[in-house]
């Protein structure tokens, strides 16, 4: 029952924060039963879990808006969550993925891919930041492999072409995007020269032709933090010819800036917009925002943090 109630305030939460004409990002959806790494995270790989979203991207449709399911796998970063019955969270140990084993796992974001839009959604957004899996492979400090996937730039970014290649096959290029965080450290995914790997990222993204580039700021390196940085996205936003997404501690400010002076096509809000259900609208008006508590921000029990944040009682 507790599950269930998770899944329910997070699909209600979803069609609140829709505005006519905004894309909405959905949170990260696991590919495969071994791609899950944390309780109560939702996944696109089963009959179930494709018809149980579609109430949800209904709903996101029913009130204007562009939905994308974001398709992930967290590699090396997961833990046990059960033992003798008994809820835990223990950290597992983890292997290299045998260079036999990849295709399989790519053949895993493609179905995903197909499940997405068999679930109504118009897109998928490959999750590629972070430390989770795509980002292991992209990253030469976490990296350690002698086969074709690791080594040199462009063997550490096979995996991750593979995925986009997959998936643009299975949906079309256009129906597709990607989240990369080059100059970030989670889970100690750092690498040694991130303008590089953007670059050449951004690059070989244009053949593929897919709808859109989401970027994380190199100001955000680790979870919370933000801090001057001699680095830009901007020779990374003119290097990739489709829709680029700047993502990054962006207040209503800098974000107009941003998109006003070329910097980026769009801004991506997740905090102050999990705060603030009407965050358009309070942008727009000049509203006061709703601070957020980032202590709930991952918690599922009580299901607090998500549903409850207040919309404006009207306009000021």
Same mark, same amino acid.
Do not use: C, Q, W
């Given at each position: 029952m507790q599950r269930q109630s998770i899944k329910i305030k997070r699909g209600v939460g979803k069609i609140k924060r829709t505005t006519k004409g905004g894309l909405l990002i959905a949170e990260a959806t696991g590919i495969s039963d071994t791609a899950q790494?944390?309780?109560?995270t939702p996944g696109i790989c089963t009959k179930e879990q494709v018809e149980a979203w579609k109430p949800i991207v209904d709903g996101v449709h029913a009130k204007g808006g562009i939905f994308f399911c974001q398709i992930w796998h967290v590699g090396r970063v997961s833990n046990n969550i059960r033992a003798n019955g008994i809820d835990v969270a223990t950290f597992s140990t983890p292997r290299r993925l045998e260079t036999d084993e990849i295709?399989?796992?790519?053949?895993?974001?493609r179905v995903a891919a197909r499940n997405a839009i068999e679930a109504r959604f118009d897109g998928v957004e490959i999750h590629g930041v972070h430390g989770y899996l795509i980002d292991q492979f992209l990253k030469d400090q976490v990296n350690d492999r002698t086969d074709k996937y690791g080594g040199s730039l462009e063997n550490c970014c096979r995996f991750a072409l593979e995925v986009v290649q997959a998936v643009a096959d299975e949906i079309g290029g256009d129906k597709v995007?990607?989240?990369?965080?080059?100059?970030?450290?989670?889970?100690?995914?750092?690498?040694?020269?991130?303008?590089a790997l953007a670059l050449f990222m951004a690059k070989v993204l244009n053949k593929f032709g897919i709808l859109y580039c989401h970027m994380v700021e190199?100001?955000?390196?680790?979870?919370?933090?933000?801090?001057?940085?001699?680095?830009?996205?901007?020779?990374?936003r003119d290097a990739f010819k489709g829709t680029f997404i700047a993502a990054g501690g962006y207040n209503k400010e800098d974000g107009n800036k941003a998109v006003s002076t070329g $910097? !980026? +096509?769009?801004?991506?809000?997740?905090?102050?917009?999990?705060?603030?259900?009407?965050?358009?609208?309070?942008?727009?008006i000049d509203a006061p925002l709703n601070k957020y508590n980032r202590e709930?921000?991952?918690?599922?029990?009580?299901?607090?943090? $998500? !549903? +409850?944040?207040?919309?404006?009682?009207?306009d000021v």
């Open positions: 790494g944390y309780k109560d295709p399989f796992v790519v053949n895993d974001y995007g990607i989240r990369l965080s080059p100059f970030a450290s989670y889970s100690e995914a750092a690498d040694s020269n991130p303008e190199p100001r955000m390196v680790k979870l919370g933090e933000k801090f001057e940085t001699p680095h830009s996205l901007r020779p990374i $910097y !980026t +096509d769009l801004v991506a809000y997740g905090r102050l917009f999990l705060s603030n259900p009407d965050l358009p609208r309070r942008f727009e709930t921000f991952y918690i599922s029990d009580p299901v607090i943090g $998500y !549903t +409850d944040y207040p919309f404006l009682t009207s």
